[in-house]
């Protein structure tokens, strides 16, 4: 059979979340107020752990990484969804949505592997305490962080690549809010096989391994809280898990969603609406699970909060 006619294309329309006029602003000022909150909650939170002696730990240093994570990935989002609200016509250039895309996949994929990252972290230091300033060292924890970032970068370049250079077919309205690969996916004129399979491979790896790294460590270290004798020590690596295992729980339940299941099976009304949590309700939430139940972090907020009162006015 004959192809579609093949056009060059310069921009996309994105239908955005909602194209009921009456809901336009009330969505607007939402988005905007959650999107406002994550920003300050991410920079604080790495400018924090970057300023205070106190959060030296490689678990801070994970935490400003995961913070720096949740702010690229809904700021390559969040700011072209909100012009979009008010915009005439809510479009992207051509090299704008492929920028978008490759930055997204490169946080998202990051993130995973960083939780990781953390999930093994507390592992060491619930379960080998002893050992944990030898085995997490500084050099095994800019390893830890590099390797997910660079193998993200690859990733992430090997998919908006492979989509950017298929023919699209003219139609240029991205039934989403951002520029995901599924939707692009249903713009091309050629044969989306290859794409897909690399999609569903990557994404089933991506989510298993990450998952897997996590449940493991949380397996031993619920055995590990288990053989405790304090009920104080108890309490308090449960508490110090529970934060972690509550970011875990609502991320992978919406990319497992999103990602492993067939095509057929897509509904992108269903999937803008997974989006928002892990594009912007996620984003937010993290600082706030993180430092409002962290009794260290509050302490170094306390800190700083006298400090600025001492300084002269």
């Not at 006619?5 to 905007?32: C, H, S, Y």
């Not at 520029?179 to 290859?194: A, G, Q």
């Not at 690399?198 to 989510?207: G, M, P, T």
């Not at 449960?238 to 991320?251: K, N, R, Y």
């Amino acid at each position: 059979m004959n192809q579609p006619n093949q056009t060059v294309l310069t921009e996309f329309i994105l239908m955005g979340i909602t194209d009921r006029p009456e809901l336009q602003a009330p969505v607007f000022g939402l988005f905007l107020i959650i999107y406002v909150i994550s920003v300050v909650g991410n920079l604080g939170m790495i400018i924090l752990t970057k300023v205070d002696s106190r959060l030296q730990t490689p678990m801070y240093f994970f935490l400003r990484h995961l913070a720096f994570i949740d702010l690229g990935y809904s700021t390559a989002v969040g700011p072209k969804m909100l012009v979009n609200f008010i915009a005439n016509q809510n479009t992207i250039p051509y090299n704008g949505c492929a920028t978008q895309l490759a930055f997204f996949i490169l946080f998202i994929i990051s993130e995973l592997f960083i939780l990781s990252a953390m999930a093994y972290d507390r592992y060491v230091a619930i379960c080998h305490p002893l050992l944990y300033t030898v085995v997490m060292s500084q050099k095994v924890c800019w390893v830890l962080v590099a390797v997910p970032y660079v193998y993200s970068a690859f990733l992430s370049l090997i998919i908006t690549i492979k989509i950017f250079m298929s023919s699209f077919c003219g139609h240029n309205v991205i039934r989403h809010f951002y520029c995901d690969n599924l939707p692009l996916l249903t713009l091309l004129c050629s044969s989306t096989r290859d794409i897909e399979l690399i999609i569903l491979i990557f994404s089933a790896f991506n989510l298993v391994s990450s998952l897997l790294i996590v449940l493991v460590s949380y397996i031993l270290i619920l055995m590990a809280i288990l053989s405790m004798n304090s009920a104080q020590g108890r309490h308090k690596a449960f508490s110090t898990c529970g934060s972690h295992m509550t970011v875990v729980i609502v991320l992978y339940a919406t990319l497992f969603f999103m990602y492993v299941q067939p095509k057929s099976s897509h509904s992108f009304d269903t999937d803008k609406i997974a989006s928002v949590f892990y594009t912007l309700i996620i984003p937010m939430l993290n600082p706030m699970i993180y430092s409002l139940r962290n009794k260290e972090v509050k302490g170094a907020l306390r800190r700083i909060w006298k400090n600025l009162h001492k300084l002269p006015m």
